[in-house]
């Protein structure tokens, strides 16, 4: 009894009952104009919906005219999908009823589950049980609802005012309310939709199962997210990763705010959820290949140009201007957005000289002068596309008292068809310019107020491009350790001591210096004798956290004599201590030569999983906060890539005259803890700090490591 | 024979002539429409001007049926102001004309000087130079024109198409294309206008001038500026400090665009100018209490603010919204720009739980929820403003199919009449909610279209409040030295010699360590020894730059005969040297102790004159560039605003449990520098790198320095 999508060869997808019914009952529906029951019902039947509507509303007649049912049950024939307005208290009744009838899609718009606290969530939970026990496909509860503009469709069940125009770009929204806003700026800036979904509080469907509809989906070209929190961070990169890369690629551009304490703050409180870390959620981002922007105005200003534009064929700019100044700004921005400013061969300049003014500048930002009509435009921008240094270009237009504005748009036209470059224009103002951009927005020319926005949105566009370029590199996990040491999967929660965390490392072959938990004097001068001089010294011991400040640290002891007054003194201590710590022993370690310092960390996001963290160590970690994440286990590629990615990176590349350190090693060491905390979903958290790096071919050693555990009966995150 | 200014006491202004005349000639009309020369003298008739206007058009009875005149002298009557739109090569006798004629302001829009090469700088000379010695006031060439909206003048000579409503902003441009882009921007957001000045080529009147003008004109509130090149640095800053201070303080707001290498080299090709270095000019302006903006858009965001709220007492914002998504993104975007999210107290909680449903938010961001009428929004904004912990609001909405947008837009009119704190409003989209926002601006509410732009303009107003807080220092100058070595004035260009170097800075009261250039081993090993070891030696000859390299430095020498071995190793490596370098000597120096390293540097901006560096030594600065500028000279509290705006600045104030540097000695050290290039003109550039620090109490010593002259015919930049 599934819904027939209009002419769509594929087996029907399971969401095409959301967003392609025949038939829909919207159950709750009131008579009073103005309400959101009433609201949903009407922009269904206004909104040129081209199945069959029934309004389910006990005790009437009818509902502007249509025929009401008092239980949807009671409605004859099969229903697609049923859309949901009962207060929250009896949503889940109702949904027992379409089960029944055999409903395959289900909306719930109503409010008051989750958000609203322990009872809500309650409600939510048990809304999602009979869902999932009836295979029904859930949108919601506490959203705006759902539009598809295909004309074989017509659905706006959603309480958004008007329909948005049919066009390229998805729209998937965790918040609601910024949907209606979203939908009336795109109407202001002409911008369609194919789909448009405001997903609320995804007790069924989720961002990562509406990613993979809309992959399959030929009528979306570009696809929008709003996130306010991440539930299932690896499905959502993993579903990125396929619908941004290969044949029918398509880019997702994302905002996720929350990205300040205080945002995150009164995103928790909005949604009732918890924020992830914001620096992990770029990284993860970026390795997905979502496009995150921190606007509605990027947002959109990418969308039309990769919704509208062919791809460039790289980053280098040609900007036409009437005017000097816009030119210099535009420049600025496409530097700082990280365009290149294209160098025009000896051709171009030639034909720019001979159909330019003397005045004009035939350099890169072309400058054709405030008095420049269409004809000038025109000869410009023909030269500067021929120009194989140029990948795309920029129109910016002043409005003088002589521009001639709606035929430079003409012009600007009939470049584009001819063309297979990408295009954008800038004409700049508000009033004078209109008609222009009008004829420009008819075309599907991405226009922007101001050239920087131009800037932005092919830097943007570029981001896309890399990202279909890179290699996404297979992850080669290293060697596992044979067995799991069993305190690694039975132990405490909590810090392990300095002895298991140095053998773990070692299990999975990280490079520790020969070393031994020792417990008499004799012992540690022998060890210390048998891997030679000089050694360090460190108390073990499960009362004392801060080794160096209680005096259990020796560092650099040269001869079996310092090392056992060293023992003895550290003992010594110990016991004259009033908090009388236990000893488990002394480590004695092989001393690690001076190198360069760097961090390597991992910690288990509870949106994303094991993470890995680099930087460089002391200063740089603590005042400059230079650290970069990935998501564990990464291969060689990516570990690089972590290296590259934080701004003192030059450091390691051997600055200053110095060597360059073995970056292969530092590479090996992230692969091999990226590993380990991939094994092992009890570990929280690692911390190797620091790991000292020789120079190039001479290795790494970890000089101090921190493992914690957590809960026991933790599972791993996916 | 001066223009009378309409009702204004004061003596006028010598620019009065140009804002306010009230008899105009346009010299060089064409009775063509749609031409410059046409197009400004419409402009003029028809845009209201309430004095006489003659055209002078050689050759025809009228423009535009007002009577012409073949030459300015021709006209009866005196001329306050002559408009010159004859071509350029005919400008210079138009304006010996005008001098005859005893006009006393000229604005010349011809273009064809300066910007066209060497002929056309020699014309602009020629025009310049007239203009002073008939103490005319010149405007241009190469520009749009002026506007001046006053009522009681209402003059429109320039070649925009539409005279911008009446404001209290004022817009300075020395690009004239941007000018129609920025009218008509403007007037699509309902920004009126005081004064609008297209100055181009700033022959004579500077933006200086019309600084100190507009300082004093009671018609505008704040000030905006595009400017691509700066001429005079020091008289800008000058300027910008008298008005953005004391009690008739107006906030300036500046684009300089040309912001990279790119951008200013584009800049250089359209304008003919050269630019100073970005960041040089970043830091200036901030030393001149100019907020400078990227965009236009922030640019009109901000002054629209500045221009129509009260100041707020303090950085503490409330926000309220029907939507959590715009509330969250809108904390993100203010956390961000800097401000705080305020905590309300105990009572607004409490009168927000009162009069909001349970599902409202009524922590900050304040969440009246989507289906919020004008009541909500208006109990919300009473409890928050008059909440003691809350400086200032911004109201956010999203247009629901219940929102009742104009009423909530009056209810935010009528909430702003009754509080002394600052409003900004979002009504998010395009075209539901534009009649609510056309009620905003007729109210003269800042609306932004997204909340993100709200916040970005508090942040500049911040700026602003935190500039007229801030002390500015009286510069105490540091003892100059008591007389100037010769070297100074008459050596030859390029590196002083190292003992020089050290002389210069010791004259100075920089701390050099013990030191003389000694000329044979004996004395050098008798040194030595009467300053104490360890100590340096370094060869000094003028052919050996790069001392290192060559062998002729030797550290850390702890006796008289290292002192010997090394002095006579260094004088056979000189004379077993292919190119037989000349040896001046060598020079002993005391070892400075191990410290932080630092970079303390000078050289002359073009633009700026004398301006310090400062950064902390090595990687610091040739890997992560973190380092600051400021103009010399500078006092205490300027060196230590220095010291504090690296990054890393944390690293000397003691991190990772190490004592803090002397700080105290890098301030002084900074102020003796300052006065150093103040005092000397020829210096072109000193590099103290590094400058070693102790810690707190324990001053700091010159370890290198290196300092390079300019030609002996320098004048110092003012």
């Excluded at 705006?144 to 959603?158: E, F, K, Q």
């Excluded at 809309?214 to 070209?221: C, F, G, K, R």
């Excluded at 991405?446 to 370029?469: G, K, N, S, T």
Aim: proline share 6%; glycine share 8%.
């Amino acid at each position: 009894m599934t819904a027939k999508p209009p002419a769509q060869p594929r087996p029907p997808h399971p969401l095409e009952s959301l967003f392609c019914p025949r038939s829909i009952a919207v159950l709750g529906v009131t008579p009073t104009p103005g309400t959101v029951p009433n609201d949903i019902f009407r922009n269904i039947l206004t909104g040129g919906f081209t199945g069959v509507l029934y309004p389910v509303a006990p005790g009437k007649r009818s509902i502007s005219a249509v025929p009401a049912y008092r239980y949807v049950l009671d409605i004859p024939g099969t229903i697609d999908l049923a859309v949901i307005v009962f207060p929250a208290n009896v949503v889940d009744k109702a949904i027992e009823q379409c089960a029944a009838k055999g409903v395959k899609g289900v909306i719930v718009i109503s409010a008051g589950f989750r958000e609203t606290g322990a009872d809500g969530l309650a409600r939510e939970r048990r809304l999602r049980d009979v869902c999932r026990e009836h295979d029904i496909q859930l949108i919601g509860p506490n959203c705006l609802g759902l539009i598809n503009t295909d004309p074989a469709v017509a659905l706006n069940a959603s309480f958004a005012r008007k329909m948005p125009d049919h066009g390229r770009i998805a729209f998937l929204s965790q918040s609601g309310a910024l949907c209606t806003a979203v939908l009336d700026y795109a109407r202001g800036q002409q911008i369609g939709f194919s789909k448009f979904v405001s997903f609320g509080n995804k007790a069924g469907v989720s961002e990562v199962d509406l990613l993979e509809y809309l992959h399959a989906d030929e009528q979306t070209a570009v696809i929008l997210l709003y996130l306010e929190e991440l539930s299932s961070g690896r499905a959502l990169i993993e579903a990125a990763r396929r619908v941004t890369r290969g044949a029918n690629a398509k880019p997702i551009l994302a905002i996720k705010s929350g990205r300040t304490p205080q945002g995150a703050h009164a995103a928790s409180s909005h949604t009732g959820s918890l924020a992830g870390e914001d620096a992990v959620c770029d990284a993860v981002f970026r390795e997905a290949g979502i496009i995150r922007v921190t606007s509605i105005e990027e947002l959109f200003n990418s969308a039309i140009l990769l919704a509208d534009q062919p791809m460039p064929r790289g980053d280098r700019l040609a900007i036409v201007t009437n005017a000097g100044g816009p030119g210099v700004m535009a420049t600025d921005a496409a530097v700082h957005a990280g365009l290149q400013i294209a160098r025009f061969n000896g051709d171009t300049t030639q034909r720019l000289k001979a159909a330019l003014p003397a005045t004009a500048n035939i350099q890169n930002p072309v400058d054709v002068i405030g008095d420049a009509r269409a004809d000038r435009y025109q000869a410009a921008l023909d030269a500067v596309l021929a120009d194989d240094n140029v990948d795309q270009a920029l129109v910016i237009l002043t409005p003088q008292s002589m521009t001639d504005i709606e035929d430079i748009a003409r012009t600007v036209c009939r470049v584009a068809d001819s063309t297979d470059k990408p295009l954008t224009c800038s004409f700049m103002g508000a009033c004078d310019v209109a008609d222009g951009i009008a004829l420009l927005h008819a075309r599907h020319i991405p226009h922007y107020i101001l050239p920087e926005w131009a800037c932005r949105a092919m830097a943007d566009v570029q981001r896309v491009c890399r990202w279909r370029q890179s290699e996404l590199e297979t992850v080669q996990l290293p060697q596992a350790a044979a067995t799991l040491p069993k305190y690694l999967l039975n132990g405490d929660e909590g810090y392990l001591s300095e002895d298991r965390c140095l053998h773990v490392l070692q299990a999975y072959g990280l490079p520790v210096s020969d070393h031994r938990l020792c417990t008499c004097e004799d012992e540690a001068a022998a060890f210390a004798a048998s891997i030679g001089f000089p050694v360090t010294l460190r108390l073990v011991s499960p009362q004392v956290i801060h080794k160096s400040e209680f005096g259990g640290v020796a560092l650099n002891l040269r001869d079996e004599s310092a090392v056992r007054a060293a023992y003895r003194d550290m003992l010594a201590r110990a016991s004259a201590h009033p908090d009388r710590p236990t000893v488990t022993g002394v480590i004695v370690r092989r001393m690690i030569p001076a190198g360069h310092e760097v961090i390597l960390g991992a910690k288990r996001d509870h949106v994303f999983g094991p993470v890995l963290m680099f930087g460089l160590g002391g200063v740089f970690v603590e005042i400059l906060r230079d650290v970069t994440f990935a998501l564990a286990p990464v291969g060689p590629a990516a570990a690089r890539q972590m290296i590259r990615q934080i701004k003192a990176a030059g450091i390691l590349e051997g600055a200053r005259g110095q060597p360059p350190a073995d970056l292969d090693a530092v590479c090996d060491c992230l692969c091999r803890l990226g590993r380990l905390v991939h094994d092992c979903p009890r570990i929280e958290e690692v911390d190797i700090n620091p790991l000292i790096v020789a120079p190039a071919g001479q290795g790494a050693a970890v000089a101090d490591v921190r493992i914690r555990l957590g809960p026991a009966d933790r599972a791993a995150v996916e």
